[in-house]
């Protein structure tokens, strides 16, 4: 079992940036493939971006690739997501998630999920 916390979201206005971290309990996150997605008001949960167990391997959803970067800290129980250049459109509830099969924090429902941080991109 795995519990994630999320942390470093808030209000930036266009072209700025954020990192949002998400810190995990448990001596098995190493175990985990990790992800972020994130809901826009009125809309569904979307994939956002991926990484793997070992962080060898990373995923990104078209619309934010060149600008969102995910990493992980292995040693800190750690995964980020680095957003550049944020969008009005980037505003949503971010959400990590952790599950032990890759493709599923790509396609989702993942076996757990963060509480969610909130971004808004002003224009």
């Known amino acids: 079992q795995v519990q994630l916390v999320e942390s470093g979201g808030g209000l930036v206005q266009a072209g700025g940036s954020l990192r949002l971290s998400c810190a995990a309990s448990?001596?098995?996150?190493?175990?985990?493939?990790m992800g972020w997605f994130r809901q826009a008001p009125g809309k569904e949960r979307e994939f956002v971006a991926a990484?793997?167990?070992?962080?060898?391997?990373?995923y990104y959803t078209n619309s934010v690739k060149g600008r969102f970067t995910i990493s992980r800290d292995n040693a800190k129980n750690t995964v980020y997501l680095q957003m550049n250049s944020l969008k009005p459109e980037d505003t949503a509830v971010y959400y990590c998630?952790?599950?032990?099969?890759?493709?599923?924090?790509?396609?989702?429902?993942?076996?757990?999920w963060g509480q969610g941080t909130q971004v808004t991109v002003s224009s």
């Open positions: 990484i793997s167990q070992s962080g060898s391997t990373t």
């Open positions: 998630a952790a599950d032990m099969v890759f493709p599923t924090v790509i396609i989702g429902p993942p076996a757990h």
């Open positions: 448990g001596r098995t996150f190493s175990s985990y493939n």
